[in-house]
Each structure stands twice: as C-alpha cells, then as structure tokens.
C-alpha cells in the first residue's frame, strides 16, 4: 500500500463548478501538507500549504486536513479553464531524519470546460 | 528573479549511453532535491542535498544512478548505463533552509528524457 492515496481521476467539470480533490495517507507522523498544481509539461508549483489539522482558505482553494481520519481536500470555487492541470498532494513529516521529505500522491487530472 | 534551471529540456539517446541532467537552483537556496515522474509511479524523490552535502539518496534506484553537488549553483544527475525503464522526466527543485516546518519547493521545468 502507498503511503499516500490519491484518485488520478481524470475529473472533468463544467466552468464555474465546485471541484473536490482528496488523498489519503496511512502515516500519521505526517504533520504538514501541500498541494501542487503542474500544468501540461511544467514543473509543479505550490498552491496551498497547511500544519495539521484545519482549513485554510486563499481565493478561490480551500485547503482541509482531517487528521483523525487522515485525509486531505482542496475545494476550488467557481473553477476556471485556468484551473485545468494536474493537481498532487504532497505531505511531509515534522521532524527525524526525513524532515522536510515530500511524498507526493499520484496527482489527478483536471479538466474546466467552458 | 530566475527560477529553478534545467537541461536539457528533452533528451533522446540509445540504451547504454552515459545521459548527465543538470540543475541551477536558485540563488540563496539551501536545498536541492532531484525527483522523477512517470504515469505509473508519480512522483519519486531520488535524492536531496542540504548545503551541497548529499542528505537522502535512498530513493536512486540502482548504482547506475549517482548525483553531485560542487558548488551552490550547480548540481547533476548522471545515468550510467542509461536504460528504457529510466525514461521519464526529471525535475530538479529547490528550497529555503527548513524553519518551523518544511520551505515551499520550487521546481524547474524539467528534463524529458526518452531512453531508446
């Protein structure tokens, strides 16, 4: 089993949905979180970033980490077909000889069509 | 301000060859990570260096894989002898010393290698 499960989709939506993107993870020494947005052959790039539990909200993306049932979300509001791009979660842990380690999930596929 | 550099962009070379990636990361970074991404297996680090000192190599796959760091602005991953299974692309990224928890890592553009 992989340390972090994630869908790959491929999800397509209609422009101006709400899109719901989530990963599992079996570690719970994980302590920070992140999604990444990689667009057709570009390297990913941060779009959110949460320490532990709880939401964190910047625009349109909404970032939650649930660590009782360890699972993360990304919600994007009124999505774009600017948004369309692979989106992965990554995850690190606090501390020990592996701070500051990313484990990526598989990264899922989004489509925005007008 | 310029981001994280690689090359080449593609690479195309016949199995057994020596294929050598290189990476300028950014000025005044502390980390440099070296990942691959396939469509089976996502996204692997294979080796990170702190301060141009190797951290984690746990993640190179076989002895043909080695990777060096001389200096601050440059790093390269050698593939020797390259095979078909290695062909994926290579990102080179690079991050901020860690304070309170791990820095954003910043990732070039990669290099798309195709072993034939």
């Known amino acids: 089993q992989k340390e972090v499960e994630q869908d790959p989709g491929p999800l397509s939506v209609p422009e101006g949905a709400i899109v719901s993107l989530n990963c599992t993870y079996s570690?719970?020494?994980?302590?920070?979180f992140m999604w990444y947005r990689q667009y057709s052959r570009k390297g990913p790039e941060l779009l959110m970033y949460t320490y532990s539990s709880g939401n964190k909200e910047d625009g349109r993306f909404t970032a939650q980490v649930d660590k009782s049932s360890k699972y993360i979300s990304l919600f994007i509001r009124d999505s774009q077909p600017s948004d369309s791009a692979t989106y992965l979660c990554?995850?690190?842990?606090?501390?020990?000889?592996?701070?500051?380690?990313?484990?990526f999930g598989q990264g899922t596929i989004l489509t925005v069509h007008p | 301000d310029a981001g994280v550099i690689q090359s080449p962009r593609h690479e195309v070379t016949e199995m057994g060859q020596e294929v050598t990636l290189r990476c300028k990361p950014i000025?005044?970074?502390?980390?440099l990570f070296w990942y691959r991404q396939t469509m089976m297996r996502g996204l692997e680090l294979l080796i990170y260096f702190n301060n141009n000192v190797p951290i984690d190599d746990s993640g190179m796959p076989e002895d043909r894989f080695s990777a060096k760091m001389p200096n601050a602005s440059f790093s390269t991953l050698k593939i020797q002898p390259s095979e078909p299974r290695d062909s994926a692309v290579y990102f080179c990224?690079?991050?901020?010393?860690f304070g309170q928890g791990p820095q954003p890592q910043h990732f070039g553009d990669g290099t798309r290698l195709s072993i034939l």
């Open positions: 000025s005044g970074h502390d980390y």
């Open positions: 990554a995850m690190s842990y606090a501390g020990g000889t592996s701070y500051g380690k990313l484990t």
């Open positions: 570690n719970s020494a994980f302590q920070y």
């Open positions: 990224a690079s991050s901020l010393a």
